[in-house]
């Protein structure tokens, strides 16, 4: 029996990094999207049975080619692991709709792309993962969020729109709400006066993307939200 196969979306040097060695160590070929083609070349250099696909996810021709391109060199992915993201803040009197609509590609639109792409064929399997990783803007607009919280709502019902689909059909649709500020280079610069247990770890959250994909079909999660233990909500 072959190896399984997730693909993750949006590898950037956080979460998705996190989800792509988490996979990988788990057993998975993992096929890794992200615009950056110098960063999937030197993660597939450093972490065994990875396969870089460089592609703007907002683009339906482009991201169409190199899904068909995928299913023929490498099969089916058992999950798909939409983190593709791209966000803003300002109020909604500030904002260019332009950028706007640039998230709602990305967010909505590349989620859209990524599922409908290989649905069809993961219904004939009969199994599947689909994680989605969102955050806490997708159940609130707060004034200064008008550039994303939008989009990460139409995220997360267009999610739950699949899961209502799919799940009677076999497959799995998680979405993963992160509330929190993730542990990164920038934005311990931006909270610098913050210490380690305010940031939440990206190997935490690919910890808990494994766990919703591997669930027993007998308590399958929605959705479920992940936080530092002093976060306050």
């Known amino acids: 029996m072959g190896r399984k196969i997730c693909l993750v979306t949006g590898v950037g040097p956080g979460t998705g990094s996190s ?23 030197k993660l597939e250099k450093q972490i065994e ?9 907002s683009s339906e021709t482009y991201f169409t080619k190199t899904i068909e391109e995928i299913k023929q060199k490498e099969g089916i ?53 689909v994680i989605v990783t969102g955050n806490t ?17 139409a995220q997360r019902i267009l999610a739950e729109s699949m899961a209502r689909e799919l799940g009677p059909k076999g497959i799995h649709v998680a979405y993963l709400l992160i509330d929190a500020v993730i542990d990164l280079d920038w934005t311990r610069k931006m909270w610098k006066d913050k210490e380690d247990d305010f940031f939440i770890k990206p190997d935490s959250i690919a910890d808990e993307a494994w766990h ?19 976060e306050s909500w």
């Open 19 to 41: 989800m792509v060695r988490r996979f990988a160590s788990g057993g998975y070929n993992v096929i890794m999207v992200s615009r950056s083609e110098d960063r999937l070349n």
């Open 49 to 57: 049975n990875t396969f870089s696909y460089p592609c703007d996810v």
């Open 77 to 129: 992915p058992d999950v798909l692991i939409h983190n593709a993201v791209r966000g803003g803040r300002g109020n909604f009197m500030e904002i260019k709709p332009k950028d706007l609509l640039k998230n709602f590609e990305i967010n909505a639109m590349g989620l859209l792309y990524l599922v409908r792409g290989f649905a069809k064929d993961m219904i004939n399997r009969g199994s599947g993962s």
């Open 137 to 153: 803007s997708a159940k609130r607009g707060k004034s200064w969020f008008a550039n994303t919280a939008p989009t990460k709502a």
């Open 212 to 230: 919703l994909s591997h669930q027993e079909k007998s308590a399958w999660t929605f959705e479920t939200t992940v936080r530092p233990f002093g």
